[in-house]
């Protein structure tokens, strides 16, 4: 089996320097061998890894060199994969404790009756933090441990006990139905200077409900009177109790994608600012649009460029 080596000396006396080096091991799994020594399994995604924190560590006036090795010692090969299995170990134990005490809290606030709104946000941003937890652990269990099975089980569980203690889907959440071939070559309307979810949700209209879509930006009292209007006020595709637009239009359309759930909940945190998803990409893509839309006047020209975007964004999210 081959494995990288990373043979490194921090220098510098600067100790957050020293914490942001031990961080960027932690954060692509590394785990220490030996004295100085951090170890992968060989991937050429992991090779650029450790040369970028190579590159970190000279930057800081150290020493770092990468090494790749081939071992037929099954024995050896036993001893590292134990090393990362230990440690993916005490991540999911760490994992199924919070888990099991929010899922003890769920019984508890629940009494036979639906939770407070801001309790019930509270669950909900806490349940999206550990399936984001999941997701950053699984990058770096490299050898599938048998314990994360059982945390997917109980986020599983806390899943199901959810939707039952809102009666499958509370009726915020269940827009009338719409045919998408009834929507076709239509003109769309929102407000001016748009953002987040104005932006996004014309980018989700054009790219999969009307294809031939043509939007109007203007003034609340300038919207034309037979075009559809989109995060208004009082329009049907619009938010809707918890729901963003561009949540409100993927349930009207029934339109079931995974990239797009996750979209929806970035676009959900930015927007609606409650950090029930907990999204770490939402900082990072708030000030982007924010910095595009601020610098176009035009908001045609917004669309088109923020589009390239979340083309990329959308592609992403699918790998």
């Known amino acids: 089996m081959k494995w990288l080596f990373l043979v490194h000396q921090v220098q510098t006396p600067n100790s957050r320097e020293r914490v942001k080096v031990w961080r960027s091991t932690k954060k692509v799994g590394a785990i220490l061998y030996r004295n100085s020594v951090y170890v ?3 991937s050429k995604e992991r090779v650029e890894d450790f040369h970028w924190l190579s590159q970190r560590i000279r930057d800081s006036q150290g020493e770092a060199s990468v090494f790749v090795s081939e071992s037929t010692d099954s024995d050896e090969n036993g001893r590292l994969q134990a090393l990362f299995n230990n440690a993916r170990e005490s991540d999911y134990k760490i994992l199924l404790v919070a888990a099991d005490s929010l899922r003890s809290r769920i019984e508890r606030s629940s009494g036979g009756k639906q939770h407070a709104a801001s309790t019930e946000r509270s669950i909900a941003k806490e349940f999206a933090s550990l399936e984001m937890t999941l997701q950053e652990t699984e990058k770096t269990d490299f050898f599938n441990h048998p314990m994360k099975g059982k945390v997917k089980l109980m986020l599983d569980r806390i899943k199901r006990q959810l939707l039952q203690d809102d009666g499958g889907q509370s009726p915020a959440a269940m827009p009338a ?8 070559g239509k003109v769309w309307a929102t407000r001016e200077h748009i953002h987040i979810d104005r932006l996004c949700s014309a980018w989700l209209i054009k790219k999969f409900i009307d294809p031939k879509a043509k939007f109007v930006f203007a003034p609340e009292s300038k919207i034309p009177p037979k075009a559809i209007p989109f995060d208004i006020f009082g329009a049907e595709f619009s938010h809707h109790g918890d729901d963003c637009t561009f949540e409100t239009l993927l349930k009207s359309f029934r339109i079931s994608d995974k990239a797009l759930g996750s979209m929806a909940q970035i676009v959900h945190d930015i927007d609606m600012k409650d950090g029930k998803f907990a999204r770490s990409e939402a900082p990072g893509i708030d000030a982007i649009v924010r910095a595009l839309s601020d610098s176009m ?5 917004t669309l088109d460029v923020g589009s390239i975007l979340l083309d990329s964004l959308y592609e992403g999210l699918q790998n």
């Open 40 to 42: 992968l399994p060989y």
């Open 177 to 184: 139905l719409h045919d998408r071939k009834k929507f076709q």
């Open 297 to 301: 006047a035009n908001d045609h020209k």
